[in-house]
């Protein structure tokens, strides 16, 4: 019961490591906001931990809106009582990953809406309730690709890179307060979100190939990384970026 007594927003929290998240926080005891704009599965989620025996809510967000993070975050108080952790999760990838010059200024506004003001809104509403209950753990999912640069689409890049930048900066000016920010980069990992791309044996061959340990990434394996950043066994940690790919960004 690693997260006895917490209470957590996980944005995207319906589906792929988003979803792994809520289920391994609920098991470790926390309630957990499932916050997401894919209703069903949200609503699915949310009936499977409590029949479970764990407590969640399904409340629609789309991280894109601040009145939404508005009320969820008041509706989350409501209901448990406080706010300890969000999980800035909800993302999407480039459609078509276009080089840089083919990409249109739609594109990249609506990535860098999801991927950055998301994370941007889900931070800033999180910190006055946080202060509250005397701290909290934000943790917010960027990317190998917010590290490093690949052939993928940069819209993509540029918004995860914002993603771990804002992280430290809003570690260091919430450090005095003890609300800790830090940033988790995951690699290639199996999910809805990689389902199509990953069906491709050659790229699903060239992503194994450039992973040490010989696979692809489960969304467990990023959920325990981000269940150790929410609890207070990581109390001594901000401005960090956990990287969890398998040895990809070692080489
Ligand atoms: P996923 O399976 O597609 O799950 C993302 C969830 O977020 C979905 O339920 C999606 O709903 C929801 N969502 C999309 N736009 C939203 C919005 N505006 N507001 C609220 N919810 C929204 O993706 P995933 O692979 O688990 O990715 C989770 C995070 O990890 C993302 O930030 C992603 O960039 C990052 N990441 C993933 C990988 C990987 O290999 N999978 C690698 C590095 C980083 P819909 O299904 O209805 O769109």
Redesign the pocket.
């Known amino acids: 019961m690693r997260l006895e007594g917490k209470v957590a927003i996980v ?9 792994a998240t809520s289920r391994l926080f609920a098991a470790e005891g926390a309630s957990v906001v499932i ?4 209703d069903e ?1 949200g609503a699915a989620l949310e009936s499977d931990i409590r029949d479970g025996g764990g407590e969640a809510a399904y409340l629609k ?4 809106d601040e009145e939404q993070w508005r009320a969820v975050v008041a509706e989350t108080v409501t209901r448990f009582g406080k706010l300890d952790i969000v999980v800035n ?5 480039a459609p078509g990953r276009p080089p840089t010059e083919e990409q249109t200024v739609e594109g990249w506004d609506a990535v860098m ?3 950055a003001k ?1 994370v941007f809104l889900g931070t800033k509403h999180a910190i006055p309730e946080m202060r509250k209950a005397g701290g909290g753990s934000i943790v917010n ?5 917010g590290n490093v640069g690949s052939k993928g689409g940069t819209a ?1 890049h540029a918004s ?1 890179g914002a993603c771990r930048t804002f992280s430290k900066a809003a570690a260091i000016q919430y450090a005095g307060e003890q609300i800790r920010v830090n940033s988790v ?10 389902a199509e791309l990953h069906s491709l044996p050659s790229v699903h061959e060239e992503r194994v190939a450039k992973t040490p340990l010989g696979r692809m ?1 489960l ?1 467990e394996d ?1 959920a325990y990384g981000i269940l150790y950043l929410a609890s207070d066994e990581s109390r001594f940690v901000t401005g960090s970026e956990l990287v969890i790919d398998g040895g990809m960004t070692a080489q």
């Open positions: 944005s995207g929290g319906a589906s792929g490591i988003g979803e916050a997401d704009i894919n599965l967000l789309d991280v894109r999760n909800a993302g999407i990838s809406a999801v991927n998301g999912i960027s990317s190998i690709y993509y995860k980069h995951p690699g290639f990992v199996d999910t809805p979100m990689t990434g969304p990023i």
